[in-house]
């Protein structure tokens, strides 16, 4: 898609149409760069799978490709789209919304902070203690971990005191924290340490 130089913005935003900012405000356009859907709205960010989000009086909020407004600005803070889930912020508490701007997880999420899902689990931060929350909401790996990381595969590695375990999706424990080291998954194995020795552990655990 080519658009002429004579924008003072232009963002991509989907393969019909991308959107450009000048004096006048911001619209879309599709190919023939004509205008599909005026937005009056101060500020516009590409979030990600379609959706456009926009700023109106220091809130945001977003609409779809064809310029529908899906989620009210009024979020003091809206993120890109990992797992299908994008994280919002509203008075200091968090939720989730899907690609189509429903909210899948309340603003009610009091955590110090919140992350972004990884497959289908969510890092969560209390007071220097990591927990997971999956895409309802709910803890299924409780806030008492110094420390989690995921391995690249639905497994995570969890930190408690000096010593590493591993928990699944489902928030069981795989392995327990008796290691002093858990490294990523290649081909299939995760190398361990404990006592100076080294092993591999399969995605089974």
Known sequence: MII????????????EYVWVENSKGVCLLDKNEEAFISLIYDKVKYVNHGILGIKNDSKWGMVNSLGEEVLPPVYEHIDDFHDGMSR??????Y???????????????NYDDVGHFD???CQ???DDRY?????TGQEVVPILYNRI????QDLWAIKRRDKWGMVNSLGEEVLPT?????????DGMSRIEQNGKYGFVNQKG
């Open 4 to 15: 002429t130089p004579k924008f003072e913005k232009v963002g991509g935003f989907s393969d």
């Open 88 to 93: 919002i912020e509203q008075n200091g508490k």
């Open 95 to 109: 939720g989730f919304v899907n690609q189509k701007g429903k909210i899948i997880v309340p603003v009610n999420l």
């Open 119 to 121: 497959y289908g689990l």
């Open 124 to 126: 969560v931060e209390m």
């Open 131 to 135: 927990g997971l929350i999956d895409k």
């Open 149 to 152: 990381e995921n391995l690249g």
């Open 178 to 186: 008796v290691y002093e080291h858990i490294d990523d998954f290649h």
